[in-house]
C-alpha cells in the first residue's frame, strides 16, 4: 500500500492523507477518522524519508560513540535511546573510535543522514583542552545542527554539554584516602581525555592541599583490560603504594586482582577506589567503592533540553555540571 491508495480508499486528495499521517490540525475530525481507519485496516507504514522531507524533521537523531563495547558507552546510550524513544525520536549509532581523523569522519557521516540533533557521548570529542583545533569539527557541526555532548565540555554557539564534575569527585575521594592515612595514592588512567584530565587535576588539588608531593610514578596510563593491569602491577615489585584510584571501574577492578594475587588485604592494607559505579563495581569481590557521575541522569537531561531546543525555546543552558557522589563499598575503610 501506498499513499495513491489510501487516498483512493479513502475518496480524499492525497494532500489531505499527508496532513492526516503528519499531524496536521487543518483537517477536520470526521475525515481525519475515516483516514486512519484506512490506514488501520490496510496497516499502511508511511514513508519515514518523504515524511521527514515534509516536516522538514526526520525526527532522527544521531548518536556518536567511541566504542559500544565499553560498559560506559553502552549504559549511556541505553538510556539515550530509551528517553528519545519516550518523545518519539528515532536514533543513528555510529561509533568512532578515539583517532581524530575517524571522529571527524564519523560525525560528517552522520551528519550527511539529515538528523535532528547530533549527540556526542564520551570525553574523547572533547579532546584534552590544549589545542581548540582538535574540536573545531564539533563547532562545524553546531553550524548544521543543535550538539549535545555527554560527559565532555566544550565551548561554542549550538552547542550544549552534560557532565559530572570529576575535578570534585576525584578531590573528594583523594581527600578521603587521605584522611585515612593513605600517603601513596596510585592514580590509574587509560586515556588523556578530558573527563581524565579533570580527575587527574583534581588528585593533584587533594594531594597539594593536604601537603603531599605529587610524584609521576605514581600516575599510570594504562590499557583498559582487566588481566593486563593485574600484570602490570605485579611486574612493578618495586613500587609502593598503599591505595589506588582508578578512573573507571574496571581498571579498579585489576587492582582488585592484583591485591588478590599478592595476597594483600583490602581494605585493610590497599584501599582501591573506581569510578563511575556500573555494575562492574558490585560485581568484583570486595564490592568497590566507586564515584558515581549520575550518567542517568545526565543522559536524561540531554534529552530534555534536546527537546526544548528543537521545540525553539531559548536560553536553554549550555554548561550543565552536574555534583559527583562516592558510593562507599568494601574495598575501602572511609
Known amino acids: 500500500m501506498n499513499i495513491y491508495d489510501i487516498a483512493r480508499l479513502s475518496g480524499v486528495s492525497i494532500a489531505t492523507v499527508s496532513r492526516v499521517v503528519n499531524g496536521s490540525p487543518n483537517v477536520s475530525e470526521k475525515t481525519k477518522e475515516k483516514v486512519l481507519a484506512v490506514i488501520k485496516k490496510s496497516e499502511y507504514t508511511p514513508n519515514v524519508f518523504a515524511r521527514g522531507l515534509g516536516l522538514n524533521s526526520m525526527k532522527m537523531i544521531g548518536i556518536l560513540c567511541p566504542d559500544i563495547s565499553d560498559l560506559y558507552m553502552a549504559q549511556a546510550v541505553s538510556y539515550l535511546e530509551k528517553r528519545l524513544h519516550a518523545y518519539g525520536y528515532d536514533c543513528i549509532l555510529g561509533c568512532s573510535g578515539h583517532e581524530q581523523t575517524s571522529k571527524e569522519h564519523h560525525t560528517k557521516l552522520l551528519l550527511s543522514k539529515r538528523i535532528d540533533t547530533l549527540i556526542m557521548v564520551g570525553s574523547t570529542y572533547a579532546g584534552i583542552g590544549k589545542d581548540p583545533r582538535e574540536t573545531e569539527y564539533i563547532r562545524a557541526a553546531a553550524k548544521q545542527v543543535?550538539?549535545?555532548?555527554?560527559?565532555?565540555?566544550?565551548?561554542?554557539?549550538?552547542?550544549?554539554?552534560?557532565?559530572?564534575?570529576?575535578?570534585?569527585?576525584?578531590?573528594?575521594?583523594?581527600?578521603?584516602?587521605?584522611?585515612?592515612?593513605?600517603?601513596?595514592?596510585?592514580?590509574?588512567?587509560?586515556?588523556?581525555?578530558?573527563?581524565?584530565?579533570?580527575?587527574?587535576?583534581?588528585?593533584?588539588?587533594?594531594?597539594?592541599?593536604?601537603?603531599?608531593?605529587?610524584?609521576?610514578?605514581?600516575?599510570?596510563?594504562?590499557?583498559?583490560?582487566?588481566?593486563?593491569?593485574?600484570?602490570?602491577?605485579?611486574?612493578?615489585?618495586?613500587?609502593?603504594?598503599?591505595?589506588?584510584?582508578?578512573?573507571?571501574?574496571?581498571?579498579?577492578?585489576?587492582?582488585?586482582?592484583?591485591?588478590?594475587?599478592?595476597?594483600?588485604?583490602?581494605?585493610?592494607?590497599?584501599?582501591?577506589?573506581?569510578?563511575?559505579?556500573?555494575?562492574?563495581?558490585?560485581?568484583?569481590?570486595?564490592?568497590?567503592?566507586?564515584?558515581?557521575?549520575?550518567?542517568?541522569?545526565?543522559?536524561?537531561?540531554?534529552?530534555?533540553?534536546?527537546?526544548?531546543?528543537?521545540?525553539?525555546?531559548?536560553?536553554?543552558?549550555?554548561?550543565?555540571?552536574?555534583?559527583?557522589?562516592?558510593?562507599?563499598?568494601?574495598?575501602?575503610?572511609?
Open 146 to 334: 543543535p550538539v549535545f555532548m555527554v560527559n565532555g565540555y566544550i565551548q561554542g554557539e549550538n552547542i550544549f554539554c552534560f557532565y559530572g564534575d570529576d575535578f570534585q569527585g576525584a578531590y573528594d575521594v583523594t581527600t578521603a584516602l587521605i584522611r585515612r592515612g593513605k600517603k601513596r595514592i596510585l592514580f590509574l588512567s587509560d586515556s588523556h581525555t578530558y573527563s581524565a584530565e579533570q580527575k587527574l587535576k583534581g588528585y593533584e588539588a587533594a594531594l597539594s592541599d593536604a601537603g603531599y608531593p605529587i610524584l609521576g610514578d605514581l600516575k599510570f596510563y594504562t590499557k583498559n583490560d582487566i588481566h593486563y593491569i593485574q600484570d602490570m602491577l605485579l611486574a612493578h615489585r618495586t613500587l609502593e603504594f598503599d591505595s589506588v584510584l582508578a578512573c573507571n571501574d574496571s581498571l579498579g577492578v585489576g587492582a582488585l586482582k592484583y591485591a588478590k594475587a599478592r595476597g594483600i588485604k583490602v581494605p585493610e592494607e590497599l584501599s582501591v577506589t573506581g569510578y563511575n559505579n556500573s555494575g562492574m563495581a558490585v560485581c568484583s569481590e570486595p564490592e568497590l567503592t566507586s564515584v558515581d557521575n549520575h550518567l542517568e541522569q545526565i543522559c536524561y537531561d540531554t534529552i530534555e533540553n534536546m527537546v526544548k531546543v528543537l521545540q525553539g525555546e531559548k536560553d536553554v543552558e549550555q554548561n550543565n555540571k552536574l555534583p559527583c557522589q562516592i558510593v562507599k563499598r568494601c574495598s575501602t575503610d572511609f
